[in-house]
């Protein structure tokens, strides 16, 4: 049987006019750089966004004639926008806008397991793609190291996503927290570790999976670690020129990146090919049916601005922004930048850019050797 779609309202007809435009999410091929991944409706730059007006003004621009028109949209693309409409939870999750400013949709709880400890199980939500990254690093230092202790996973997300207390990220259940091993053996917690605390095998050995086996975009450490971890890799014999490019030293930004206050974790934040592209597709419908919220800028205050001014200018409500940010008082800080609830839907970026992982070349055997020389 054929599902008739629904008439669309206007935010739909806008995003079929883009889809059409924009065509099937694209992985990019190669390329050390790291591309940065198209956002989702949430979490663009104030700069970026027209001023929205008062509740129910705005709204998107009616599609252009001609080729951009509704009924040219990608049939895959149909299909979800019809399931958006009708069942969003069958959708499965969906990680959209950025980390800092974005929200979960149709989350999972990450499950419990023979080689891990889940620290917070009502932080621990994320999508399934996340889940999967996770599990599979943990399970690759298992395969090599059997008999490993369990190691601490801990916060991820929300079930719905947005702020999670004392975070800035971990807003679309792409952000994972993950413990190290230790010397010492099995820990049920977070340790401010030392290179002397850390059993250094088993933890580059979660590090590496991390990079060579999962769709992983940052893995977040202090300084000192990201040293005890370089030098550990190259003691294993790793390729210098692709450890140099995964932490860093070639020029370009690294996987791995210093983050203070991250002596006792490795925060680990990952790609979501579907769960990022479907979101991206699906969000104007279901904001626009009320099955998720509006979107969210990022605003720097300048000095003089306050919440009032704030709410006034985005046409949201001092409570809102408040309750996006986890502000306790109503003192901005002139140079920092909050996170505004806003109702009016930023323009669409095009699809997901997912990078080609970073792999190391493969080892020159003897026999290739000598065939090389001939």
């Not at 991250?262 to 990952?270: E, I, Q, S, T």
Request: charged share 25%; net charge positive; hydrophobic share 35%.
């Amino acid at each position: 049987m054929r599902l008739e779609r629904p008439t669309p309202g206007t935010c739909t007809i806008a995003l079929l006019a883009v889809l059409c435009a924009a065509g099937s999410p694209v992985l990019a091929a190669d390329g050390p750089e790291t591309p940065p991944a198209a956002h989702a409706a949430v979490g663009l730059s104030a700069a970026d966004l027209p001023v929205a007006g008062p509740s129910g003004s705005g709204g998107a621009p009616a599609p252009a004639e001609g080729p951009g028109r509704a009924g040219d949209i990608p049939p895959e693309a149909e299909t979800l926008l019809v399931i958006a409409q009708r069942d969003p939870a069958a959708l499965g999750p969906l990680s959209i806008g950025t980390p800092d400013a974005g929200l979960l949709l149709n989350p999972m709880r990450f499950p419990e397991g023979p080689f891990w400890t889940v620290r917070n199980p009502g932080e621990t939500w994320g999508t399934d793609e996340t889940i999967d990254c996770v599990v599979t690093a943990i399970e690759a230092v298992e395969a090599r190291y059997p008999g490993s202790p369990r190691v601490v996973v801990g916060d991820i997300s929300d079930p719905s996503g947005g702020r999670l207390n004392r975070h800035r990220s971990h807003q679309t259940g792409r952000d994972a927290d993950i413990g190290f091993y230790y010397r010492r053996g099995e820990v049920d917690s977070f340790l401010t570790a030392r290179k002397k605390d850390l059993d250094l095998p088993r933890t580059w050995g979660l590090v590496r999976a991390l990079v060579t086996e999962t769709d992983v975009d940052r893995i977040f450490v202090d300084r000192s670690l990201i040293a005890v971890l370089y030098a550990q890799a190259v003691a294993e014999g790793e390729d210098r020129g692709w450890l140099n490019d995964v932490f860093g030293r070639s020029g370009g930004k690294g996987i791995i990146q210093h983050e203070r206050r991250h002596k006792d974790h490795l925060h680990v934040r990952f790609y979501n090919p579907r769960a990022q592209e479907n979101g991206r597709i699906v969000y104007p419908v279901l904001v626009e049916t009320g099955a998720a919220p509006p979107p969210m800028v990022k605003h720097r205050v300048r000095r003089g601005e306050t919440l009032g001014s704030l709410a006034r200018r985005y046409g949201t409500s001092v409570s809102a922004i408040r309750a996006a940010n986890g502000l306790r008082s109503t003192r901005l800080r002139a140079g920092r930048s909050y996170t505004i609830p806003i109702r009016r839907m930023p323009p669409d970026e095009g699809p997901v850019v997912i990078p080609a992982r970073r792999l190391p070349p493969e080892p020159v055997t003897t026999a290739s050797a000598i065939a090389g020389q001939r």
